[in-house]
């Protein structure tokens, strides 16, 4: 595949290339809440893929030993689920007449709501009982790898189209994402809170 498409070397060309794909209704006309909850579903399908692949590392020897859910994990199941019900919603958009949402996507996203629901209960329960905050680190096989590095395609893709409705290049938003790091980091405000430290 990388040998018949040409090499991207800049974020705006990459916008521009990514974009010209777009198929959704109102694209081009200001039409932000399409691609943000798009963006939000594939967030949560590779938030799915990162909890599937650190469950296989941490139970790999022993699947039936389950200690309680932490923090890190359950926020990857919650981010998960959200996801899923986005995804409906936006499949719907997408592929429905608007405003209208078929009894089997309305299926889906209680389901989605219900599973949301679940997740959350875990989340508070581990935040609950002691909220263990550890990250672990997550090896990743090489069919998950390249799982994820689509998924992660799919994100930047919602962000570039999110973007051009937005009038915003993306390499622009990069360049000035950057600039505001390097001056958190200078001023010793990075780890802080608040967008404008």
């Excluded at 705006?12 to 794909?21: H, I, L, M, N, P």
């Excluded at 938030?47 to 692949?53: G, L, P």
């Excluded at 299926?107 to 709501?113: A, C, P, Q, T």
Aim: overall charge negative; glycine content about 10%; charged content about 25%.
């Amino acid at each position: 595949m990388e040998g018949d498409t040409p090499r991207i070397t800049t974020l705006d060309e990459y916008q521009e290339k990514a974009v010209g794909t777009a198929v959704y209704p109102g694209r081009g006309n200001n039409q932000l809440i399409y691609p943000t909850i798009a963006l939000v579903g594939e967030a949560g399908e590779l938030a799915n893929k990162v909890y599937h692949a650190h469950m296989e590392n941490e139970y790999a020897a022993d699947p039936e030993l389950k200690g309680p859910m932490t923090v890190a994990i359950s926020a990857l199941l919650v981010a998960s689920y959200c996801g899923d019900i986005m995804e409906v919603i936006k499949k719907a958009y997408r592929n429905d007449p608007q405003g209208e949402m078929g009894y089997e996507r309305v299926d889906k996203v209680r389901e989605g709501i219900r599973m949301l629901t679940k997740a959350l209960t875990y989340l508070e329960d581990a935040i609950s009982g002691g909220g263990r905050f550890e990250f672990p680190p997550v090896g990743v096989a090489n069919e998950a790898s390249e799982e994820m590095s689509n998924e992660a395609g799919d994100v930047l893709w919602y962000i570039a189209a999110f973007c051009r409705e937005a009038h915003f290049d993306l390499g622009r938003v990069a360049n000035e994402n950057v600039a505001k790091l390097l001056s958190r980091k200078q001023r010793g405000v990075i780890a802080g809170s608040g967008d404008n430290r």
